[in-house]
């Protein structure tokens, strides 16, 4: 399984880890990730660390839909990646959700799905450059044609002659996405996946696949654990309870959340329902108190060597590709050990 190394999006001080990051290429990490949420973007941290490495895969997960345009992201990316060289970027895609997209964004939530099939297919033809640029979909269309235009837009092909084959992953939870991911991406970066839950999607990837004519073969699924060396278990998944309840209860609409879904998807559906109601009653201490430990302790990599290794197994068994993980220079340190990974130097 390769490993990858989350770095996530800032908080009130932008720090990017640069000796970490080095640290994780040296021992033989295969990617770093960036995120975006409202505050430092996904993609100019990676610029910063593509010209300080040389071989680790640059990925963001995700970059916003509704942050740019289709041709603004590609564009984006295809500068990142062509100053990056080597082919190691990688474009994580998701569509964030209605409170983040109306309310920072000032975009429209429409149909997430078509939104998420036009913008693929629109940075793929530019970054193929096959001709000028046009898209019929159902949410986008190049050129525009809506309120405000004067009908004179005009079809251009990308100037910048861009690697045609950078890879599209998709961050996605339902079915209908899921399948969609498999269908028009390289790659998938799953919400909430964990191996106990790993069967439930495979055959909506496979559906996906399917529907594309294409193999199984080479499509990624790069999961994601945080990860925390320690002896005291408890102590650790009481640690990150908080982040949990915050995005299970108050990171999203009432009727509309998407982390809050996938806790139910994974079995604790009366847990999620009562995380929700107390956040949003503001008596977050009993929200958090509220998130089992069983939750906390599938999707984290937490404890001694020996417990971690034993975990780390059931992700190399769940179908995933990749794991993206998080924590000190301890935790990348000893996850490299525990995946066999070769060191630039041996």
């Known amino acids: 399984m390769k490993l990858g190394l989350m770095l996530g999006y800032s908080g009130a001080e932008l720090r990017v880890p640069l000796e970490k990051v080095q640290l994780a290429e040296r021992l033989g990490y295969d990617s770093v990730w960036t995120a975006e949420a409202y505050g430092s973007d996904a993609i100019t941290p990676l610029a910063y660390l593509a010209g300080h490495t040389q071989r680790i895969r640059l990925g963001t997960a995700v970059i916003q839909l509704a942050a740019r345009s289709p041709a603004n992201a590609a564009m984006s990316i295809a500068t990142l990646d062509a100053l990056a060289g080597h082919g190691r970027v990688v474009c994580g895609v998701g569509v964030s959700g209605p409170q983040i997209v109306e309310g920072w964004y000032g ?6 799905y078509y939104r998420l099939k036009d913008y693929v297919a629109i940075m793929k033809k530019i970054w193929r450059r096959e001709e000028p640029v046009t898209h019929d979909g159902e949410e986008i269309q190049l050129p525009y044609r809506g ?6 837009g005009k079809p251009l092909t990308s100037i910048l002659h861009c ?3 950078i ?5 996605t939870g339902m079915e209908a996405t899921v399948r969609l991911t498999a269908e028009v991406g390289e790659g998938w ?5 964990v191996p106990e839950t790993a069967d439930l999607y495979k ?4 559906a996906g696949l399917a529907k594309a004519g294409k193999s199984a073969d080479g499509f990624e699924v790069q999961a994601m654990a945080p990860v925390d060396v320690t002896t005291d278990v408890a102590g650790s998944l009481a640690r990150m309870k908080p982040n949990i309840a915050l995005y299970v209860g108050g990171m999203g609409h009432k009727t509309v959340n998407f982390h809050k879904e996938m806790m139910i998807r994974r079995g604790f559906g009366d847990a999620a329902e009562r995380i929700q109601e107390l956040y949003l009653a503001k008596r977050k201490r009993e929200a958090v108190d509220a998130v089992p430990d069983e ?3 599938q999707g984290a990599l937490v404890g001694d060597r ?3 290794a034993k975990r780390f197994e059931a992700w190399e068994q769940s179908g995933a590709t990749g794991l993206s993980i998080n924590g000190n220079v301890q935790a990348v340190e000893l996850m490299a050990e525990i995946a066999g990974l070769r060191s630039a130097d041996g």
Do not use: K, S
């Open 107 to 112: 975009e429209p939530w429409g149909r997430p």
């Open 147 to 152: 309120d405000g235009a004067l009908g004179i």
């Open 163 to 165: 690697r045609p084959d």
């Open 167 to 171: 890879p599209v992953f998709l961050g």
């Open 189 to 193: 970066l799953p919400l909430g996946y």
């Open 203 to 206: 055959p909506w990837i496979d």
């Open 295 to 297: 939750f906390v302790d």
């Open 306 to 308: 020996q417990r971690i």
